[in-house]
């Protein structure tokens, strides 16, 4: 009445979710709902489930099937006279028979569990046939005991299934050879002998499904062997993985942390080189205009060089959660103004037709002003530089992103646009990206304006987009929430600044 010794690999038992780990594994998780991958945890626990299956779950079935047996036969033969003393004697022969193996298998190596449990479940078979001897012999309908050995399709392979039918058939046999031999009984062995066919052909049949159910076993541990090799790999990748980015985070630090270092070392002697002509140039009034053209050549490339220097040291920030926003009211027009100031000596030196509209109707907005400045001259200012008589256009607008009101700023020129394979390459917006070297060569520049533009608009809550068509120009979308959300943008330290005259109140945002 009980299952084999030996129980097949499960999913459950493979992955270690049903019981703790054993606590000479302390590397192993104690929680039931982990996934248990180390070896020898994984042996141990099967180890122990087979130990507790053989010793306990399989004695406390046999228990429970001899006595569901005993009630049968009593059911049977309580009506017959004089039957007491043989139910009594049948319980006793069961209770001694189940106890005792019971404890030989609680007593015996843990090694030699397993054989021993199959022993006893040899032995059933015999056992039972005192219940079948009892209910009529010959005649009795519990002649099919023995295929319940056979029916266990849950954890028997085929040859134990055709080992048990063999017992089961030659404990029926001997318990009709007892009935003829010693009791006297004459048997009328051609119907007996179907009896046996039918055992024999259902124990054969049995076994043949106790293959396919041995062999979908195997088919699902190795399933579950191969998924948690498969698990350990991924895990150990995840922390070879989690290993570089740190490594690869660190040593961007440490790269922003000493370009910016440098580059502060390069601008102090950068301004002193550009205050030095300015003074040259105004004071030196006697000598020709040669002096003047140099002085001015010397002033144009420091001035290029402390802009290059200047954004090196805002990615390095931007790239550490070091750059600081002065959150405060400011009118849209006064910005545009101020960042078209800056770029219209480049939009004249290419000859090209500056266009605004919509400045004023966009109203105000409550962001970085100086940031929002900062990107607009980076995107009138590629515009112009990658244009050459042609036309460059800035509208302004209001328009809902989101659900949310925001200012739209969109800088659309006529100039050399770039084909799709450049484009996906400059919406990366990677830091020292071009669309091609050759691009870099003609028109200079180091591929950090697009990259700084697009971290300082997401940093304020807003976004950056990109369209081109090569030999057709380029537009750039940068979209700007009017107000920060309540709280200040996620990831943000605020505090407070004391009102400027004619500024508002604004306050003064560190991202941390």
Same mark, same amino acid.
């Given at each position: 009445?009980?299952?084999?010794?030996?129980?097949?690999?499960?999913?459950?038992?493979?992955?270690?979710?049903?019981?703790?780990?054993?606590?000479?594994?302390? =590397?192993?998780?104690?929680?039931?709902?982990?996934?248990?991958?180390?070896?020898? #945890?994984?042996?141990?626990?099967?180890?122990?489930?087979?130990?507790?299956?053989?010793?306990?779950?399989?004695?406390?079935?046999?228990?429970?099937?001899?006595?569901?047996?005993?009630?049968?036969?009593?059911?049977?033969?309580?009506?017959?006279?004089?039957?007491? %003393?043989?139910?009594?004697?049948?319980?006793?022969?069961?209770?001694?028979?189940? !106890?005792?193996?019971?404890?030989?298998?609680? !007593?015996?190596?843990?090694?030699?569990?397993?054989?021993?449990?199959?022993?006893?479940?040899?032995?059933?078979?015999?056992?039972?046939?005192?219940?079948?001897?009892?209910?009529?012999?010959?005649?009795?309908?519990?002649?099919?005991? %023995?295929?319940?050995?056979?029916?266990?399709?849950?954890?028997?392979?085929?040859?134990?299934?055709?080992?048990?039918?063999?017992?089961?058939?030659?404990?029926?046999?001997?318990?009709?050879?007892?009935?003829?031999?010693?009791?006297?009984?004459?048997?009328?062995?051609?119907?007996?002998?179907?009896?046996?066919?039918?055992?024999?052909?259902?124990?054969?049949?049995?076994?043949?499904?106790?293959?396919?159910?041995?062999?979908?076993?195997?088919?699902?541990?190795?399933?579950?062997?191969?998924?948690?090799?498969?698990?350990?790999? !991924?895990?150990?990748?995840?922390?070879?993985?989690?290993?570089?980015?740190?490594? #690869?985070?660190?040593?961007?630090?440490?790269?922003?942390?000493?370009?910016?270092?440098?580059?502060?070392?390069?601008?102090? %002697?950068?301004?002193?080189?550009?205050?030095?002509?300015?003074?040259?140039?105004?004071?030196?009034?006697?000598?020709?205009?040669?002096?003047?053209?140099?002085?001015?050549?010397?002033?144009?490339?420091?001035?290029?060089?402390?802009?290059?220097?200047?954004?090196?040291? =805002?990615?390095?920030?931007?790239?550490?959660?070091?750059?600081?926003?002065?959150?405060?009211?400011?009118?849209?027009?006064?910005?545009?103004?101020?960042?078209?100031?800056?770029?219209?000596?480049?939009?004249?030196?290419?000859?090209?037709?500056?266009?605004?509209?919509?400045?004023?109707?966009?109203?105000? !907005?409550?962001?970085?002003?100086?940031?929002?400045?900062?990107?607009?001259?980076?995107?009138?200012?590629?515009?112009?530089?990658?244009?050459?008589?042609?036309?460059?256009?800035?509208?302004?607008?209001?328009?809902?992103? #989101?659900?949310?009101?925001?200012?739209?700023?969109?800088?659309?020129?006529?100039?050399?646009?770039?084909?799709?394979?450049?484009?996906?390459?400059?919406?990366?917006?990677? %830091?020292?990206?071009?669309?091609?070297?050759?691009?870099?060569?003609?028109?200079?520049?180091?591929?950090?304006?697009?990259?700084?533009?697009?971290?300082?608009?997401?940093?304020?809550?807003?976004?950056? #987009?990109?369209?081109?068509?090569?030999?057709?120009?380029?537009?750039?979308?940068?979209?700007?929430?009017?107000?920060?959300?309540?709280?200040?943008?996620?990831?943000?330290?605020?505090? =407070?600044?004391?009102?400027?005259?004619?500024?508002?109140?604004?306050?003064?945002?560190?991202?941390?």
């Amino acid at each position: 009445m009980s299952a084999d010794a030996r129980p097949a690999a499960d999913p459950a038992d493979a992955f270690g979710r049903r019981n703790a780990p054993p606590a000479s594994h302390p =590397e192993v998780a104690a929680d039931h709902g982990s996934i248990t991958l180390d070896g020898e #945890a994984i042996a141990s626990r099967k180890a122990d489930k087979q130990r507790r299956y053989t010793t306990r779950q399989v004695p406390a079935l046999r228990l429970l099937g001899f006595t569901i047996l005993w009630l049968i036969v009593a059911a049977s033969v309580v009506s017959t006279a004089g039957a007491w %003393p043989g139910l009594r004697a049948l319980g006793v022969t069961f209770l001694i028979y189940g !106890l005792g193996s019971w404890a030989a298998l609680r !007593l015996v190596p843990h090694r030699w569990t397993g054989p021993a449990s199959l022993v006893f479940l040899g032995l059933d078979p015999f056992i039972w046939m005192t219940a079948v001897y009892m209910t009529g012999g010959e005649a009795s309908w519990l002649y099919i005991l %023995p295929l319940m050995r056979v029916s266990d399709q849950l954890n028997t392979s085929r040859r134990q299934a055709l080992a048990f039918t063999a017992i089961g058939v030659a404990a029926y046999v001997g318990m009709l050879g007892y009935r003829q031999v010693v009791d006297g009984q004459a048997l009328v062995w051609t119907s007996q002998a179907g009896r046996i066919a039918f055992l024999v052909g259902c124990g054969g049949y049995l076994s043949m499904t106790a293959g396919t159910a041995e062999r979908l076993r195997q088919q699902l541990a190795n399933a579950v062997r191969t998924a948690r090799a498969s698990i350990r790999r !991924l895990q150990e990748q995840s922390v070879d993985l989690h290993d570089a980015r740190e490594r #690869a985070e660190s040593a961007s630090r440490a790269k922003s942390q000493f370009l910016a270092s440098v580059s502060h070392e390069f601008r102090t %002697p950068l301004n002193a080189i550009i205050g030095y002509t300015e003074l040259l140039h105004e004071e030196m009034t006697s000598v020709g205009p040669q002096v003047h053209e140099d002085l001015a050549l010397i002033n144009r490339s420091a001035q290029h060089l402390r802009g290059l220097i200047n954004d090196v040291i =805002e990615l390095s920030r931007l790239e550490v959660g070091r750059s600081a926003l002065d959150v405060h009211p400011f009118a849209a027009a006064s910005v545009v103004a101020d960042a078209l100031s800056v770029v219209m000596p480049l939009v004249r030196a290419n000859r090209n037709v500056l266009e605004v509209s919509g400045a004023e109707a966009a109203g105000t !907005l409550t962001a970085d002003p100086q940031k929002v400045r900062q990107i607009l001259v980076n995107l009138v200012g590629n515009a112009a530089k990658f244009t050459s008589h042609g036309r460059v256009t800035v509208r302004c607008s209001r328009t809902d992103c #989101a659900g949310e009101p925001h200012v739209e700023f969109t800088v659309t020129d006529t100039g050399i646009g770039m084909t799709p394979e450049q484009l996906a390459r400059i919406r990366r917006f990677e %830091p020292f990206v071009q669309a091609d070297g050759g691009i870099a060569r003609q028109f200079g520049g180091t591929g950090l304006g697009l990259t700084i533009s697009q971290r300082l608009a997401k940093l304020m809550g807003g976004s950056l #987009a990109l369209d081109s068509d090569a030999g057709r120009g380029c537009t750039a979308t940068f979209r700007l929430p009017i107000a920060p959300p309540e709280g200040g943008w996620p990831g943000e330290t605020q505090t =407070e600044r004391a009102v400027q005259p004619g500024a508002g109140v604004g306050r003064e945002t560190a991202v941390a």
